[in-house]
């Protein structure tokens, strides 16, 4: 029997540490337990004879072995078994009791390892862990088998996903809907080139956690046409028609019952289209070209959109998702109203709420209006009604090259149906307009939904049709909420006052903090006297008062002196790069892009080594040792980003390789980051970038993750800076830079010529010229530095404007490292004050304000 020791991230230690040291043999130790199904065992003897029974009985592999990787998979079908009895029950509750229920739309989810989240909120870690000891494993090799599903780019899926974990833990009646894709994001590696980009086939060896819904499969038609009946009735005929089916992921919430579920769509041609008379006449390809052609709109995560082929598939991944989830919404309204309770569609928006994560689901508009018109034959205003009382929208970008916009050609002819609707909502806003607000008239140009401004190109903008038939408009942020009434969408907004609100995103506490650090989650457990933080984050100002305490504070050193060697190990097996526990460590990880100015960063960073180089011996010996990370991927096209991406790779082959500085400064890129890398990367962090041209950060949720975490930020006034830095006291963050409000002034005189360089900025960049980080070509990077004119070009980021600020808050950084009692207190109050950004609070305020639907726990 293994040792019932328990710290309390619920993993037993000894047991671990017995695993290794009698290495008990495989075969042996599981004959002992004998292969029974036991879906919802509650102790290690239940738990590991489900185990042995998928082992046995649900094989992916030859019964010989019993390794690491075929333990993953009969673990993870083991727990599926209890998520699915789960999954039943909650659905099984939320039928008979027919509440109003959400349904979050988005085209992308990044849900990390689900293993070690799912037994962590089931509360069966310990169970788990004890059971796979007794089959001669331990956990943590186990949960490391788990590819990260990556459907998604960054924070915007991560976001989706701490929002599900949100929502059935709060028992919540919503759930998600998202696409298949068969290839998620790509798989980074750093070469000598830099970054290189591989196929993510997290699907290569099955996904335990999918459920396939074989009865759950609509239609779904591309181009054809619109004919109108003797009626007047409009439909859409002829075309390609191919078919979405329905794979459910289950969420669990955090200890409650409750199990929703995250249904995504896999696209295929339906069977009857397979060519048999072709295919017996040989031509085996052109019998299997129509489930190729299917088969290509869930292949990967965003394709290209560089070319005419790559929008339209882009365009029909955002319709399948559209279409199938309302069919599938519309399909369970119905369902819902048995013969007793006759139906009134005009119920529909007291039971359907639907939220559209960014306008990637715009289409779920004229989808719905489409499916109560001309399948359910409503007439345009009750169809009208319906939709705009049902779908709201977050606006997560004001980046003006990240607003959709769709070709009109394109879209009239994918989706004829479609563009009609479209056109009609468009004239009768215009018409509204003319009614009620006359003096709006001659911004409708821009109010406008179709936008035919420019002949050769005239194109829908999304995000206005969004705005337009939206209950509810949010930002993410209140500086970028404010921005959207402000600016962006001024005029609607003085339309429409009441339609603008804010939600401030937020992190689960579970997966950010709870399961990613439980060295200091024990800490804040014993200092609270309640673990009840993990679903009520408030209760962590319960620290303020301690943070002053030695005790806490060794304790709190302790936790993250074990995270940041625990992250130091994962480096050298990644880089081989050995890193040196003791000095600051100064992360990074996000994706890379121009706004985010990992530039500055590392610009920064040689001005650094070009200072320590230049400081005697003894000047040195006071010197704070750092370790400087980066990591994220770089769009595969996105050619100013993968320069710098490179620059930071030869950055770090220069300085640690520096005989010199090497003990004071090193430079790591962390390669492939993932969510599973943040788990590893933001306990270990003590400072952490979040440097955004003011106003270009709509909210940013890992600099919520890193002040959760204890880690210090240096950053700009920019998205959820701006509140973590209330919430937290102004001097435990290390600020600098332009404001938001200033940013397009300072832009003006830019262009003006009217900047003057610092010299330390000139130094560094002429520093780089030299050639002392190889012989690749950084010209065009530079280039984006100097000159004065556009988008895109002419600093129009402010690296330039903004690096003596900069520099100045590092000097203050490597100050306040010095002490270190003061450094850890404030990490402390970082901590303490991290409780506003919370998921569980950004859901419940959406479930409140926009929403309007209630918990439904399962009893
Ligand atoms: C949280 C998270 C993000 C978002 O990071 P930002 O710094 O807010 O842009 C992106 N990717 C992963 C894997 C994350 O976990």
Known sequence: ?????????????????????????????????????????????????????????????????????????????????????????????????????????????????????????????????????KLGHDLETIVEQEKDPALGNGGLGRLASCFLDSMATLNLPAWGYGLRYKYGLFKQKITAKGQEEYAEDWLEKFSPWEIVRHDVVYPIRFFGEVLVESDGKRKWVGGEQLQALAYDIPIPGYKTKNTISLR?????????????????????????????????????????????????????????????????????????????????????????????????????????????????????????????????????????????????????????????????????????????????????????????????????????????????????????????????????????????????????????????????????????????????????????????????????????TANKQRFAKYLQDVTGIEVDSNSLFDIQIKRIHEYKRQLLNILSVIYRYKKIKELSKGEQMKAVPRTVMLGGKAFATYAQAKRIVKLVNDVGQVVNNDRDVSHLLKVIFIPNYNVTVAELAIPASELSQHISTAGMEASGTSNMKFALNGSLIIGTLDGANVEIREEIGKNNFFLFGARAEDVPILRKQREEGKFVPDPRFEEVKDFIRSGKFGDYDYGPLLESLEGNTGYGRGDYFLVGQDFPSYLEAQSKVDEAYRNQAHWIKMSILSTAGSGKFSSDRTILQYAQEIWKIQACPVP
């Open 1 to 133: 029997m293994a040792p019932t020791t328990i710290v309390s991230n619920g993993l037993p230690e000894t047991v671990f540490k017995m695993a290794d040291e009698n290495s008990v043999s495989i075969s042996e130790s599981s004959r002992e337990i004998p292969p029974i199904a036991h879906p919802t065992p509650e102790d290690a003897f239940g738990v590991a004879a489900n185990i042995q029974y998928h082992a046995h009985y649900s094989p992916h592999f030859s019964p010989s072995k019993f390794e690491p990787e075929q333990a993953f998979f009969s673990t993870a079908e083991s727990v599926r078994d209890t998520l699915i009895q789960r999954w039943n029950e909650t659905y099984a509750h939320f039928h008979k009791v027919d509440p109003k229920q959400t349904y979050y739309i988005s085209m992308e989810y990044l849900q990390g390892r689900a293993l070690s989240n799912a037994i962590g909120n089931l509360g069966l870690t310990d169970a788990y862990a004890a059971a796979l000891y």
């Open 264 to 560: 995504i769509w896999e696209a295929r041609s339906p069977p009857q289209d397979f060519d048999l008379y072709a295919f017996n006449a040989g031509k085996h390809i052109n019998a299997a070209d129509l489930q190729f052609k299917a088969q290509q709109i869930c292949a990967v995560l965003y394709p290209g959109d560089e070319t005419e082929e790559g929008k339209l598939l882009r365009l029909k991944q955002q319709y399948l998702l559209c279409s199938a989830s309302l069919q599938d919404i519309l399909a369970r309204f119905k369902e819902r109203r048995s013969k007793d309770k006759p139906f009134l569609w005009a119920e529909f928006s007291k039971k359907v709420s639907v939220q559209m994560n960014d306008t990637h689901p715009t289409l779920a508009i004229p989808e719905l209006m489409r499916l109560l018109m001309d399948e359910e034959g409503l007439g345009w205003d009750e169809a009208w009604t319906i939709t705009s009382s049902t779908v709201a929208y977050t606006n997560h970008t004001v980046l003006p090259e990240a607003l959709e916009k769709w070709s009109q050609a394109v879209m009239a002819k994918l989706l004829p149906r479609h563009f009609e609707i479209i056109a009609e909502i468009d004239k009768q806003f215009h018409a509204l307009v003319g009614k009620i607000r006359p003096d709006l008239e001659d911004k409708l140009s821009s109010l406008s939904i179709l936008d035919s401004s420019n002949p050769d190109k005239p194109v829908v903008r999304m995000a206005n049709l969004c705005v337009i038939s939206s209950h509810t408009v949010n930002g993410v942020a209140e500086l970028h909420s404010d921005i959207l009434k402000k600016e962006l969408f001024a005029d609607f907004n003085s339309l429409w006052p009441t339609k603008f609100q804010n939600k401030t995103n937020g992190v689960t506490p579970r997966r950010w903090l709870r399961f990613c650090s439980p060295e200091l989650s024990t800490i804040i457990t014993k200092w609270l006297r309640t673990d009840e933080w993990v679903t009520n984050l408030d209760l962590l100002t319960g620290l303020r008062q301690f943070a002053d305490d030695k005790q806490l504070q060794t304790e709190w050193a302790a936790a993250k």
